[in-house]
């Protein structure tokens, strides 16, 4: 399973609207991007230290995620929807991208997930 930003901001931020759902979740074999840490970062970086900043990726291996890096294949794969999905942003795109590489499910809340075909949505609430 690939996880998203929102499942990751809820396992590692001390409150979030996710975090009961995340909590009790079983994700099988969960994984994510690099890009994931760059997103937290950008996310939390007027909320966090750079000391926390800085240990993303260790925090996200800590809570049993394999953190992946990106491909070329992976990166196209997100960039081949940008034209067609006016809705998806570029971080979007490279978590898609990633997912369909893996041929994996993406765990996420986001509401433009279900609308792309090429992807199998799973929301952490229901698992």
Do not use: C
């Not at 994984?31 to 925090?59: G, Y």
């Not at 081949?80 to 809705?87: C, E, F, N, Q, V």
């Not at 765990?107 to 609308?115: G, I, K, Q, W």
């Amino acid at each position: 399973m690939y996880l998203d930003t929102d499942v990751l901001l809820a396992l590692l931020k001390a409150d979030d609207w996710l975090q009961d759902a995340v909590a009790s979740a079983t994700f099988d074999s969960p994984k994510t991007s690099v890009v994931t840490a760059i997103e937290i970062q950008l996310v939390m970086f007027d909320t966090w230290s750079r000391s926390d900043l800085a240990t993303v990726v260790d925090d996200v291996r800590d809570e049993g995620v394999e953190v992946l890096t990106l491909t070329p294949e992976a990166f196209q794969a997100g960039a081949d929807l940008l034209p067609a999905y006016a809705g998806l942003n570029v971080f979007d795109a490279v978590h898609v991208g990633q997912a369909i590489t893996l041929g994996e499910p993406i765990v996420s809340t986001d509401t433009l997930y279900p609308n792309i075909d090429q992807i199998e949505q799973l929301d952490p609430r229901s698992l």
